[in-house]
């Protein structure tokens, strides 16, 4: 017998026979023994329409009351599920964050979580065979008592630090894939899925735009070495062979061993924008009255690349943001133009990161010139290039971004065949 965390995604659980499907596969677990604790998302595109409702309502809108909106999607869908599971004759009780309670910081919106008392669960995993139905992406300010959101995707994070919480084996991720791919196969076809994939490696690849995993959610697998197996929902639960492996991708400490490729994959992501600081005065300081403030904006920057000057006078910088915060950065840049000392500010939204990750470029050079010359081939321009004991980036315009991830994918001899 073994303790596990299942997680279903928003497509995993769209609908009410979809939901009635999920349940099958937690009786499959319950079935075979185990104690069981779901994590279960919003109904697909609901998340998308409550924020979107929060926007309509008012552009500028608090984000406590963000929160209070866009937690209720998680909220319907751990009661239905409990719904459909009592009717399968399992015992299960739906859980809200507050109820477990899942703690967390007071940044509203992107909550991180500080604790997680899951001792009533596991109570109740010995005295009544309960299935705990939680809802994910959402907790509790302990202090204010205020509901809060994790951010976007966050229910894979719920899902991980929840498996850390109860001490379970495995925190398996059910999804509309099968696994993780050496790319998103949403764009490339022959994409080929990963038996196996190293924390540190899954960490780049989901923090350069995989999202198939929330970032902190494989940060937290790898604190508390929790293995997060990625699967699919939709799979019939009666044609999986409980003693067999299904077909998946593990998460975990251990080297990729098995796999021969010093790249493990290519992530993108156009959620990037590009600012040049154009004829900046060169000397000390400079960098620090641009970044400075940019960081007290809680703005991050990414790629930067500092020309050499020609003359020894003046300078250019570029460098990338959020998409989402690049009018706070332009504001904050062209408001304090006097104090920073520059004659241009330029910038281009319409732009793409291409990363390609592998923990074989530790003991491979010249990877990342192989990149540079095949999209040379393809008259791809790069903007701006960042590397990394374990991955490069680069930056291009977003419209070559499939055409740049497919010649990528072929080079480094990841295609399926
Ligand atoms: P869920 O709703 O279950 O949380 P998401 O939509 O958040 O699902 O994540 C799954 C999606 O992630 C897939 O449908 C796929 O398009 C995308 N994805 C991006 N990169 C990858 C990758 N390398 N491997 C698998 N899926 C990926
Ligand atoms: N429902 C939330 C979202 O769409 C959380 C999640 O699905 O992980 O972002
Ligand atoms: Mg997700």
Redesign the pocket.
């Known amino acids: 017998m073994g303790r596990l965390v299942m997680k279903f ?4 659980v769209a609908n009410i026979e979809r939901i009635q499907n999920v349940a099958r596969h937690v009786k499959r677990e319950v079935d075979a023994g185990h104690e069981v604790a779901v994590v279960v ?1 919003a109904m ?1 595109g609901k998340t998308n329409e409550l924020v979107a409702w929060c926007t309509e309502a008012s552009p500028l809108h608090d984000a406590r009351e963000y929160d209070a909106v866009v937690a209720s999607g998680e909220q319907v869908t751990s009661g239905l599920l409990a719904i459909a599971l009592q009717s399968l004759g399992i015992q299960a009780r739906s859980w809200q964050g507050w109820q477990v309670p899942i703690l967390t910081s007071d940044a509203h919106a992107s909550a991180r979580i500080v604790g997680i008392d899951g001792s009533e669960i596991i109570k109740r995993f010995s005295e009544r065979k309960e299935v705990a139905v939680i809802a994910g992406f959402q907790g509790i300010h302990a202090e204010t008592g205020r509901i809060t959101t994790l951010g976007r ?1 966050g ?2 994070t719920s899902a991980v630090a929840i498996a850390a919480a109860l001490k379970a084996d495995r925190c398996d991720i059910y ?3 099968d ?8 764009v490339v076809p022959k ?1 080929r899925r990963l038996d196996k994939v190293s924390f540190e490696e899954m960490l780049e ?1 989901a923090s350069l735009g ?3 995993l929330q970032v902190r959610s494989v940060e937290l697998g790898m604190v508390h070495n929790m293995p997060i197996f990625v699967r699919s929902s939709f799979d019939k639960p009666e044609d999986i062979d409980p003693h067999g492996t299904p077909p998946g991708t593990l998460i975990s400490s251990e080297e990729n061993s098995m796999e021969n490729h010093v790249v493990t ?1 290519i ?1 993108f992501s156009k959620d990037e924008a590009q600012i040049s600081v154009r004829r900046i005065e060169d000397k000390p300081g400079v960098a620090a009255s641009i970044f400075g403030p940019l960081a007290d904006a809680n703005i991050n920057v990414d790629m930067i690349v500092q020309n050499v000057s020609e003359d020894g006078k003046t300078t250019d910088l570029t460098f990338t943001v959020p998409a989402s915060d690049f009018a706070r950065a332009k504001q904050t840049i062209t408001s304090a133009q006097d104090k920073i000392g520059y004659a241009r500010f330029d910038s281009e939204t319409d732009v793409a990161k291409v990363s390609v990750i592998g923990s074989g470029m530790r003991s491979h050079a010249g990877v990342a010139a192989q990149a540079f010359a095949a999209l040379a081939a393809r008259n791809i321009n790069i903007r701006a290039i960042t590397t990394s004991e374990i991955k490069f980036s680069v930056l291009i315009d977003a419209a070559y971004t499939e055409l740049a991830v497919r010649t990528l994918h072929t080079l480094y001899g990841l295609d399926q065949v």
């Open positions: 995604g928003g497509t995993s998302s697909s995707g229910s894979d999804t509309d894939v696994g993780v791919y050496t790319t998103d196969p949403r994409a690849l995989a999202k198939v994959g992530a």
